[in-house]
């Protein structure tokens, strides 16, 4: 294949790099819900630990804040101050890049004194004002395709962020709603985003969620995980996102789709293969 390049995309003065003429596969892996200091910090080294081992740029991810939970009653962290303070104590601990979520535009200032990375719900994904506070921090931003979105209407999610002059933008594939409790991810989607002339990510794990699946709360399907991934890679994107967890079915959210931690090296090896392959091969 010989796939365009896009926007380069620095994250922590450069330290990690997604896009530019030729890419790096990067990683964004991390729980989906802040836990304590304690189980985050494991989680973000075990997974640091297999990201060097392979030679990826990587970046933690958890959500201080799930505030777009099924059912009123879901868990949903330690709330953005108290989980802010939590991620903070981890980048000084690890000095690993680290995002999250941003929900409110209040909450937008604050998050960015701590985060490398904003990174937009894909529910809130045509917010015009969450994208603009976003945007004029000045950080890179990564946009969530709102599930409802057709992949080339993301343009304008983009051109929100841009018209704040920030440039370090990527978005993000994460499955389109098909109803009745399912996802579906389409492969054309990769592309054409990615001719956008920004990043693509694939989030491999929301992609096989079922939202809303078991009754006040989602489902997954995470036998699903690893072809997806395979696939999204083959089609050209220039980073994965994936939840991890090293048990999931005790996660307080989204265990049905979270990756093992134990499955993760496996996973990014075949990743990577694939990748160098795309990246170098021509077309005829």
């Not at 964004?28 to 640091?48: F, K, N, S």
């Not at 051109?159 to 389409?186: I, P």
Request: glycine residues 10%.
């Amino acid at each position: 294949m010989n796939l365009p390049p896009v926007q380069r995309v620095e994250i922590a003065g450069g330290r990690v790099v997604i896009g530019g003429p030729r890419p790096q596969l990067a990683l964004i892996a991390g729980p989906c819900l802040v836990e304590d200091l304690a189980t985050t910090r494991d989680i973000a080294l075990q997974t640091a630990d297999i990201a060097a081992r392979l030679g990826i740029p990587y970046i933690f991810k958890s959500s201080y804040d799930k505030a777009n939970r099924t059912s009123v009653s879901s868990p949903r962290g330690p709330g953005w101050q108290a989980g802010l303070d939590i991620l903070a104590q981890l980048k000084a601990d690890t000095g690993l890049p680290v995002l999250s979520d941003v929900h409110e535009v209040a909450q937008v200032a604050p998050a960015a004194e701590v985060l490398d990375v904003l990174q937009i719900p894909a529910f809130l994904s045509r917010q015009t004002d969450l994208l603009v506070a976003a945007g004029s921090t000045g950080k890179p931003v990564n946009i969530k395709k709102g599930q409802f979105l057709a992949p080339a209407d993301v343009r304008y999610c983009i051109e929100k962020v841009l018209s704040t002059g920030n440039r370090q933008v990527m978005v993000t594939e994460r499955g389109t709603t098909f109803g009745y409790n399912n996802l579906v991810v389409d492969m054309r989607s990769l592309p054409i985003m990615r001719g956008l002339g920004y990043p693509v990510v694939f989030d491999g794990t929301h992609s096989v969620q079922l939202p809303g699946g078991i009754g006040g709360a989602s489902g997954g399907q995470r036998q699903f995980v690893a072809p997806l991934v395979r696939a999204a890679v083959a089609a050209g994107v220039d980073a994965l996102f994936l939840e991890v967890h090293p048990m999931p079915d005790s996660a307080p959210c989204d265990g049905p789709n979270m990756l093992p931690l134990k499955d993760l090296p496996a996973l990014l090896q075949c990743a990577l293969d694939i990748f160098q392959v795309v990246w170098s091969k021509k077309e005829d």
